[in-house]
């Protein structure tokens, strides 16, 4: 299995662009989580998703966020418009409710530069 | 609200001697709970994991981690660290809507190897 593949893999743009992540999560899991990483904040929940259906984004940010995962293997995390203070690692990792434990597997993550 | 707290930012030992990394959890159920291993530039890696049963649970390259309930701790240990060890600990406690696929973490422990 390729794992969790996210693109791009570093991403650089001008403040008020719109940017697009991308997550392909392990075939089969059935819950998908978007993640923020950053110094000050360290590693935040952002939304995650069981069945395509959102089930939790509490932490989005703001309305600036948003996620879609139009079908069970792609899932998108958008910023419009972008800031600087988006600049962060963004990982996407998905699970199977199949499993006891329900393990999450995590992306290599996007590093996202906001300037 | 679950929580976890990893009190030290950063621990630095030498190759060859043991290590433990502090985990405290606050939870109001019986947790699901688990250890993450980050090297740089990379995702998240499952070191391992406890829900029941032996409360003593071994992961792979060679850490073990102890459930405590009376202390609500998790930490986190290797007899014998190598220069390959070196990265970021997070420590992580499940809950959710439908059990333990939403997970916390801890802001992390930096572990530094030195010759």
């Known amino acids: 299995d390729a794992g969790v593949i996210q693109s791009p893999r570093h991403e650089v743009t001008e403040m008020g662009q719109e940017v697009t992540l991308r997550c392909k999560p392990i075939?089969?899991?059935?819950?998908l989580f978007w993640y923020r990483q950053t110094m000050m904040r360290g590693l935040e929940l952002l939304i995650y998703?069981?069945?395509?259906?959102?089930?939790?984004d509490s932490g989005m940010p703001e309305d600036r966020f948003s996620a879609k995962m139009p079908n069970a293997s792609f899932s998108t995390l958008k910023i419009q418009p972008s800031e600087p203070r988006d600049s962060a690692v963004y990982f996407c990792a998905s699970s199977s409710s199949g499993t006891s434990y329900n393990e999450q597997f995590f992306g290599p993550g996007t590093r996202l530069t906001v300037l | 609200a679950q929580s976890v707290t990893q009190p030290d930012i950063h621990i630095t030992v030498s190759e060859g001697a043991s290590l433990e990394l502090r985990c405290n959890y606050s939870y109001g159920a019986t947790p699901y709970l688990f250890w993450y291993v980050q090297s740089p530039g990379q995702g998240l890696q499952l070191l391992l994991k406890y829900f029941s049963g032996d409360t003593l649970v071994q992961g792979i390259k060679g850490f073990e981690a102890e459930f405590k309930r009376s202390q609500s701790s998790f930490n986190l240990r290797k007899p014998s660290v190598h220069w390959s060890d070196a990265a970021e600990y997070f420590c992580a406690v499940g809950a959710g809507n439908f059990g333990n696929e939403k997970l916390t973490f801890g802001t992390g422990t930096r572990l530094t190897i030195i010759p």
């Open positions: 998703f069981n069945n395509n259906v959102p089930i939790d």
């Open positions: 075939s089969g899991h059935d819950y």
